[in-house]
């Protein structure tokens, strides 16, 4: 890219990072330093204030950068994942946020707790919750890399590198300092950003192509190199029944992975009411399907203006398919319109990468210190020194990130979330449901959903095709493939149904029939919720 490039892009990225970073140092000053404040944000958020947080959480870098560049290679089976990131939120919406909001306090393991023994119930939780962020903010790490290999026309990995560092240490700075109030001002402020640029892409390839839809369509099918096949079934996943299944796995993990993410759950606690929680998701539910709608066009432009085989030279997984078709639409690589155009996408992709990697990092400290810590300290542990242990663990989880971030860096982000989604609905889903909706349902049954979703998980990625034995694995010179699917969730998501029920039909301990009553009225009505 020219300097042009390079010079108005990080100009607009430096600029959203001073903002965003005024707004914590404005909202530090104003903190009390409690749990609820550092943690929900004081529970003072309007729904549409929270619906727009929750909007921009869950529009990542996976989004906006890789779903459109499954979609601009593989066509019709790229879009299966906007199908399943889309339908997730009605599971949200229908069996998990009220009741989350009435019957948790800061985070996931509050709702299991409530009717269980609560020291291992925490610690299994706490576990699960820490394992999928980091997981999830691997992807993000994954495409501040991608982005900023595009951006400075380099793709050493010593560039990258420091892209994924300073990602890091600005998370940190924004969890540490400013916790869930300003990390929600950030999200908002990122989520019309990123809807405000989505809308004028979209708007320009429909201009592109005189809003003719089907000539859009069998123009991306006439570049691609696949004809037909591209606006069909099956150019990824329909190779064999292998990768048949490995499309019903994907599925399932994106569907039921969203109710699982501590993240979003967390984003439940900020509103007052389990009306308001409600109401936050209709809104985001409303923002989020807009935004999934125009990825498809961005998907499709991509591959009819800019061509899947420059998508692939650029970026080999198709994370920099939408940098490079506002590249395109503004008038190319020498033209002022190309530079401008290409340097706001690429600033709204770095700001869509910081909000939300703040966001996850925020749950995932949280999870530490309010679940893990708390619980070995056996409650020792007073509201503010467990706010410093949350902003402690918010720098651990961090260097985690970074480290698994530049491992991963050649994978497709939109992938790497997949693998997270598996994990919170192999190991989060299946305790939060038996919870809250099993009378019978005992400590022994919680901790082995947790465990017996999440271990197997874990380990079947390990012994799948993203870790060795193909040309792009994490690591393609050694194999110990011996799971030929590369998304666990057909395997591990009934695992962790099945370890629940097995642990509570084999447990001594009798289920507590007034806590569960107790629970059940809290959920449903709201009464005694925090």
């Known amino acids: 890219m020219t300097d042009n490039h390079q010079t108005l892009a990080l100009l607009l990225f430096s600029t959203f990072v001073a903002v965003t970073l005024g707004i914590t140092t404005w909202v530090s000053r104003h903190r009390h330093g409690s749990a609820e ?13 929270n619906g727009f947080a929750i909007a921009g959480d869950y529009m990542s870098a996976a989004s906006f950068l890789g779903v459109a560049g499954l979609i601009a290679l593989f066509g019709y089976d790229g879009m299966l994942y906007v199908v ?77 590198a420091w892209t994924v560092i300073g990602v890091g240490a600005l998370m940190v700075v924004y969890v540490s300092f400013g916790g869930m109030r300003a990390t929600t001002w950030i999200q908002i402020v990122k989520a019309v950003l990123l809807l405000g640029g989505t809308v004028v892409l979209t708007v320009l390839v429909l201009v592109r192509f005189h809003g003719d839809i089907d000539r859009l369509l069998l123009t991306a099918a006439e570049r691609s190199g696949h004809g037909d096949a591209f606006l069909a079934p099956g150019l990824k996943y329909g190779g064999d029944w292998t990768a048949r299944l490995d499309f019903i796995s994907l599925g399932l993990a994106l569907v039921l992975g969203t109710g699982g ?28 399907g807009g935004f999934y709608l125009m990825t498809i066009v961005l998907g499709f432009g991509a591959a009819a203006i800019v061509g899947p085989a420059a998508v692939r030279g650029s970026n080999t997984a198709g994370n920099t398919a939408v940098p490079l078709l506002a590249l395109d639409l503004g008038g190319g690589a020498d033209s002022t319109g190309g530079t401008v155009l290409f340097a706001v ?88 449901l038996y919870s809250l909706f099993w009378r019978g349902f005992t400590t022994r049954g919680a901790v082995w959903a947790v465990y017996g979703g999440l271990v197997p998980a874990l380990v079947l990625v390990v012994l799948s095709p993203v870790v060795s034995g193909s040309p792009d694995s994490l690591f393609p010179g050694v194999d110990f493939q011996y799971f030929p699917l590369q998304n666990p969730g057909i395997v591990s998501v009934p695992l962790g149904f099945l370890a629940g029920w097995l642990g509570t039909v084999t447990s001594a301990e009798l289920p507590d029939e007034a806590k569960h009553a107790e629970t059940e009225v809290r959920s449903l009505t709201g009464a005694g919720a925090v």
């Open 345 to 432: 996408v690429a600033a709204v992709a770095f700001a869509t990468i910081l909000a939300v990697v703040a966001g996850i990092t925020l749950a995932s400290s949280a999870s530490v210190a309010h679940d893990l810590y708390a619980s070995l300290r056996r409650r020792g542990a007073r509201q503010r020194s467990e706010v410093a242990v949350a902003r402690v663990a918010a720098v651990g989880v961090g260097v985690v990130a970074i480290g698994l971030g530049l491992l991963a860096r050649d994978l497709n982000v939109a992938f790497l979330v997949g693998l997270a989604f598996a994990v919170a609905a192999s190991a989060n889903l299946p305790v939060l």
């Open 37 to 49: 404040e550092f943690y929900a944000g004081g529970r003072l958020f309007s729904p549409m204030e």
């Open 84 to 160: 399943g990131f889309l339908v997730a939120w009605l599971v949200v919406l229908f069996l998990v946020a009220e009741l989350v909001r009435n019957c948790g306090r800061f985070t996931l393991a509050d709702v299991i707790a409530a009717r269980m023994s609560e020291r291992p119930v925490r610690i299994a939780a706490g576990t699960s919750s820490v394992t999928v962020s980091v997981l999830y903010l691997v992807a993000q790490m994954v495409g501040a890399g991608s982005l900023v290999a595009l951006l400075l026309g380099r793709t050493g990995q010593g560039a990258q």
């Open 261 to 288: 993410l501590p993240h979003i759950l967390s984003r439940f606690y900020t509103v007052p009411t389990a009306r308001a929680a409600r109401r936050s998701v209709i809104w985001s539910i409303g923002l989020i």
